[in-house]
């Protein structure tokens, strides 16, 4: 009787040690902000703890439509969504359409998707306008349509996974106002907001340039392109050949400001010209860490992924679901950038570029 109770207590002693020192795979709340009425980014907005689901019903099939996965801002929304569809228990498939000019290819694999019979589609659109009408098809089938991160204008969108790059615009725009307030010498900006065409470029074109008429920043000049470090590359170059002497700040994408630190370096105008992103990748953190980017918004894009996954189950389980949702924003500088929660913005360093989950 004694050996028997030996091997019970120990069969429990095992039990305990396997449940405390393997990894627990469970839900984390985000605090983010929702919408109301959603679809709206005028809307006003509340705040709320989302709590995701602990698994999914079933092994559903999400298609995932990005413009690219030529920086590391689509890499760690591309983690956010695959760690998710790992937690919960879902297979995903990723297309890349490539590039900000191909909105036709883009609609094209959106297309072929639905063809294969996919559960829910998520978007990262390439245009504002250009992909309402492969939304409404696609909710004819009663397929639940996620949009992430740019935005689109259909009302009929399943729900919404995003924040408002005018906000990220304008977040950046009110940082240098408080370093160049009205009254005191004004400084002059060459501003890179992105691909023409796009939502979120054009909502951050705009709430940058109204944060700064409040302050002594001008825009010397505004340059339009594709996201791609080569284009922004191209584009920089050019701008401080046409306006030599006269720029104070470069101020744009990720990558804008990524290929501004080596491009400034070279030129020996490092501490004649100051840089700002208004979003984040790992680039901008190393930037900004080093002290060769000065500061960037982070709209928390890994969180946008998962949230995004997770509105999608939901609304295939028949569960409730909040339509209009994302994460709060806040500026990363080198008061907060060793502090931060690096794990809302950045995919982990050893993460590569995946494309289906089974």
């Known amino acids: ?15 305990m040690v396997v449940f405390f020192f393997i990894p627990q795979v469970s839900a984390k709340s985000y605090n983010v902000q929702v919408w109301d009425p959603p679809f709206n980014m005028d809307s006003p907005r509340t705040e709320m703890d989302y709590v995701p689901l602990e698994k999914a019903e079933k092994k559903w099939d999400i298609s995932v439509s990005f413009p690219h996965m030529k920086d590391a801002y689509w890499l760690a929304v591309n983690y956010g969504i695959v760690d998710e569809c790992r937690r919960l228990g879902v297979k995903m498939q990723l297309l890349s359409a490539g590039g900000y000019v191909n909105l036709n290819k ?10 294969n019979k996919t559960d829910a589609v998520i978007i990262g659109a390439i245009s504002y306008e250009g992909l309402n009408n492969v939304v409404s098809e696609i ?12 935005g689109m204008s259909s009302k009929e969108l399943s729900a919404k996974s995003l924040v408002s790059f005018g906000e990220m615009g304008s977040k950046t725009g009110e940082y240098l106002v408080k370093l160049h307030p009205k009254g005191s010498k004004s400084v002059n900006v060459a501003w ?7 939502g979120w470029v ?23 392109g594709d996201s ?12 401080l050949e046409a306006f030599f002497g006269d720029i104070d700040y470069i101020v744009g994408t990720a990558p804008t400001a990524e290929a501004a630190t080596s491009i400034l370096r070279s030129r020996g105008l490092t501490k004649e010209i100051k840089i700002l992103a208004y979003y984040f990748t790992p680039g901008v953190y190393q930037g900004i860490k080093s002290n060769k980017i000065m500061a960037a918004p982070t709209d928390s894009t890994v ?5 995004a996954v997770d509105q999608a189950v939901r609304i295939l389980e028949g569960k409730p679901y909040t339509k209009h949702v994302g994460p709060k924003l806040y500026i990363i500088d080198s008061s907060n950038i060793n502090s931060f929660d690096r ?15 089974k």
């Not at 009787?1 to 039990?15: C, D, E, R, S, Y």
């Not at 890179?192 to 796009?198: K, L, M």
Request: glycine share 8%; proline share 5%.
């Open 106 to 115: 883009q609609i094209s694999q959106i297309e072929d998707s639905v063809a």
């Open 1 to 15: 009787m004694k050996k028997i109770n030996f091997f019970v207590k120990l069969a429990l002693l095992v039990t």
């Open 202 to 224: 054009e909502a951050g074109n705009k709430g940058f340039s109204e944060a700064i008429q409040k302050g002594a920043v001008k825009i010397l000049a505004t340059k339009y």
């Open 228 to 239: 791609g470090k080569e284009v922004q590359s191209r584009l920089v170059e050019d701008t």
């Open 192 to 198: 890179f907001p992105g691909p023409s065409g796009a």
């Open 303 to 307: 969180i946008q992924g998962r949230i």
């Open 343 to 357: 794990d809302s913005a950045l995919a982990p360093d050893n993460f590569k570029p995946t494309f289906s989950v």
């Open 139 to 150: 909710r004819k089938k009663n397929i639940p349509v996620i949009d992430i991160i740019n």
